[in-house]
C-alpha cells in the first residue's frame, strides 16, 4: 500500500476508529475491510493467512483461512505469575501455537480468528494488560535490559521506561470503546493527539532501554536508544542514541539496516521531555511521501546529526551534553542461575524462538505454568521476557529458587544446560506460516539449521564457539538479522542472503557475503570459513571479528567507537 493510501487512511479515520466495529461484526467473511486491515495494526493486531493452506482453500473456492496476530503491550517484558497465567490460558482457548515471545519483550497470540477477538482483547486486558500500540506507526513496545543484576538501578530504569511507555501511547479512546465498550463522549474531537498529531508518525518507531555492560536489547538497532550511564553504582543520566533500524528491501541500495548514532547525554529527570522532542520531531520531519523511506534512520541521514540534535534542543529545551564513552560486553543473554546486589536470584531460560508451546521433547507450556504457580503461592517473583527470546524467572528468594529449579529440571525445561552456544544465542522471527512478508521459513527451519550447522562446527572442532546465528525470513529484520555473526536474510522459498562479520556485542553490522543460496550452497560457503577461523583464530578471537580482520568481509564500520569491556 502506498504511502499517501496511507496517509489518507490515518487522517479520515476517526482516530483510528474507521469502520472496525462494522468490519468486526459482518459475518460473512473472516477478513476486515482493507482499511480497517491497517488501523488494526494501533490497536495490537495484524490480519494474517494460513499460507500454508492458500492454495488448498483457492481451489475449493474458499476464502483464505484468516486468522489474527495479538501483540500485547508490555514495556521491559514483566508480567506477574498471575498475568502469565492469564495469558496462558488466553492462547489455550483462543490461540493456535501457544505464546510467542517476541525480540520486543511482547507476548504475540497467534491464529485468533475475527468473531473471537474482542473477547481475546477483553481478557487480556483483563489481566491488566493491553495491546495499544503495539503496532502501528507509533511508538511501539518499549524495550529495557532484561537481568536485574544491578538491581536498584534496574528497577529505577524499568520504571523510566514504563513511564515513557504510557506518556507516548496514542490519546484516542478508540482501543478502549472497541474493545472494552467504553461510552464514546460526544462533542469530543477523535483525532485530538497532542504527540503523534492527526497522521500519526511517518511510520514505526522504536525505543530501547540498555545497561552496559549487556546490550541484550541491541540498543544500536533503536530508533531512539538509551543506555543507562552508572557512577558507583549510581545512575546519573542516559547516553542518547538515535537512527537505528534493521529494515531494508531487496535490490533497493536506497533502504537499508543502520546502527543508531550518539546524540548526547541527558540527566534521568530528562528522559521524557527529550525522548518525547525525538518523537515529534520524526513525526513533523519523517517522509510521508514513500514509507520505505519513513524511519527515523532516513531523516536523519537526509538532514543530518547536528541539524536533527538542534531540532531536538529546540523542541525540549535541553542542551545535550557530549555523549559518554559506552562499554558493552556482548548483545546475548546470561542463561541459568544469576544473584542480583539485593540477593534475589535470577533463572534465565533458553526458549527456542521464544515458542512457549509443548512438544513431544519438552513441555514448555505446561512447565512454565507450573512455576507460574508456584510463584503465585509464593507471593514473590516476576517472569521477564528478554530481546532475545527467551525468559527470565527473576527476584526469587532462596527457597524459591531451589523449588524452581527442581521443576524446572523436572520438566525440562532446562534446555540451556544441553544447548550449544550457538543454539543458546540463535534468534529466528514467525515467518511462514502467518507473517504475510516472509519469503522464506524462519522459526520453523531454525531446528534443522541448527542441527545441520552443529555437525559442520563438530567436524572443525568447534562445537564450543559462541557464535550468534540469526535467521529471517524476509529483509524486515525482526530478528535483528544484521547484527548476526552468521545471518540468513529470506530472498525466495528455501533460499537466503548470507550476511557475516557483525560483532558480539551488537556494535557493528554484518555484510553480504553470498546471495540467494540455498543450504548447500550455505555450506559450501561457510565450511572454508570455518576451517580457517579454527586454524587462525586468536585467543578468544570471535567469528565475526575473525572474519573481519581477515578481510572476508568489511562491514560498514559502527557509529561510536567502544570502550572493550
Not at 493467512?49 to 500485547?72: C, H, N, V, W
Not at 492462547?91 to 507476548?107: F, I, K, M, N, P
Not at 534521568?268 to 519513513?294: C, F, S, Y
Amino acid at each position: 500500500m502506498s504511502s499517501h493510501s496511507v496517509e489518507d487512511i490515518k487522517r479520515r479515520s476517526a482516530g483510528l476508529r474507521g469502520t472496525l466495529a462494522a468490519s468486526l461484526a459482518d459475518p460473512v467473511t473472516g477478513a476486515l475491510r482493507e482499511e480497517d486491515q491497517i488501523l488494526i495494526k494501533y490497536h495490537g493486531s495484524y490480519q494474517q493467512d494460513d499460507r500454508d493452506l492458500r492454495e488448498e482453500r483457492r481451489l475449493s473456492k474458499l476464502e483464505p483461512a484468516y486468522g489474527f496476530m495479538i501483540r500485547t503491550r508490555t514495556p521491559g517484558g514483566v508480567l506477574t505469575p498471575t498475568q502469565w497465567l492469564r495469558l496462558d490460558a488466553i492462547a489455550s482457548t483462543y490461540a493456535e501455537r501457544g505464546l510467542r515471545l517476541t525480540t520486543r519483550q511482547a507476548v504475540q497470540f497467534h491464529g485468533v480468528i475475527k468473531r473471537e477477538l474482542k473477547a481475546t482483547m477483553q481478557a487480556i486486558n483483563a489481566a491488566l494488560i493491553d495491546t495499544l500500540a503495539a503496532c502501528g506507526d507509533v511508538n511501539r513496545n518499549v524495550a529495557v535490559a532484561a537481568n536485574p543484576l544491578v538491581s536498584p538501578v534496574h528497577a529505577m530504569v524499568h520504571a523510566q521506561a514504563a513511564a515513557l511507555s504510557e506518556h507516548l501511547l496514542p490519546n484516542t479512546r478508540a482501543y478502549y470503546e472497541l474493545w472494552l465498550d467504553e461510552e464514546r463522549v460526544a462533542g469530543g474531537d477523535p483525532a485530538e493527539e497532542p504527540i503523534y498529531g492527526p497522521t500519526y508518525l511517518p511510520r514505526k518507531f522504536k525505543i530501547g532501554f540498555a545497561i552496559p555492560p549487556i546490550n541484550d536489547v541491541d540498543v544500536f538497532s533503536q530508533d531512539l536508544g538509551f543506555v543507562a550511564q552508572l557512577e558507583g553504582g549510581v545512575l546519573t543520566g542516559y547516553t542518547v542514541l538515535v537512527g537505528g533500524g534493521m529494515g531494508s528491501t531487496h535490490g533497493d541500495a536506497e533502504t537499508y539496516p543502520r546502527l543508531a548514532d550518539p546524540l548526547g547525554f541527558i540527566r534521568p529527570e530528562q528522559l521524557i521531555p527529550v525522548a518525547t522532542a525525538v518523537v515529534t520531531a520524526q513525526r513533523d520531519l519523517g517522509n510521508r511521501e514513500v514509507r520505505k523511506h519513513a524511519r527515523l534512520k532516513y531523516t536523519i541521514d537526509r538532514i543530518g546529526l547536528d541539524a536533527f540534535r538542534r531540532e531536538v534542543e529546540a523542541r525540549s529545551g535541553i542542551s545535550l551534553a557530549p555523549p559518554k564513552p559506552l562499554a558493552f560486553e556482548h548483545n546475548g543473554d546470561r542463561f541459568g542461575w544469576v544473584q542480583g546486589e539485593d540477593g534475589k536470584h535470577h533463572l534465565t531460560l533458553r526458549i527456542p524462538a521464544g515458542r512457549v508451546q509443548d512438544s513431544e521433547d519438552i513441555p514448555w507450556q505446561r512447565g512454565l505454568r507450573a512455576v507460574a504457580r508456584a510463584l503465585e503461592a509464593a507471593g514473590e517473583g516476576q517472569f521477564r521476557l528478554t530481546p532475545n527470546q527467551n525468559l527470565v524467572i527473576a527476584g526469587l528468594s532462596a527457597p524459591l529458587r531451589e523449588a524452581v529449579d527442581a521443576l524446572v529440571a523436572g520438566h525440562r525445561l532446562d534446555l540451556f544446560r544441553r544447548a550449544s552456544p550457538l543454539a543458546l544465542n540463535a534468534l529466528a522471527c514467525v515467518a511462514l506460516p502467518t507473517c504475510g512478508l516472509a519469503m522464506a521459513e524462519a522459526e520453523r527451519y531454525l531446528p534443522a539449521l541448527l542441527a545441520t550447522l552443529e555437525a559442520k562446527l563438530a567436524q572443525h572442532g568447534l562445537s564450543e564457539a559462541d557464535i550468534h546465528l540469526r535467521i529471517s525470513g524476509c529483509p524486515n529484520g525482526c530478528s535483528r538479522p544484521y547484527l548476526g555473526e552468521i545471518a540468513l536474510v529470506g530472498k525466495a522459498p528455501g533460499r537466503y542472503n548470507l550476511m557475516l562479520g557483525a560483532d558480539h556485542r551488537g556494535a557493528r553490522l554484518n555484510a553480504l557475503y553470498r546471495e540467494n543460496v540455498d543450504e548447500a550452497q550455505l555450506l559450501a560457503a561457510l565450511d572454508p570459513l570455518l576451517a580457517d577461523y579454527a586454524a587462525r583464530r586468536g585467543v578468544g578471537e570471535r567469528f565475526g571479528d575473525f572474519l573481519v580482520r581477515t578481510g572476508v568481509v568489511r562491514p560498514k564500520p559502527g557509529p561510536i567507537p567502544l570502550v572493550l569491556a
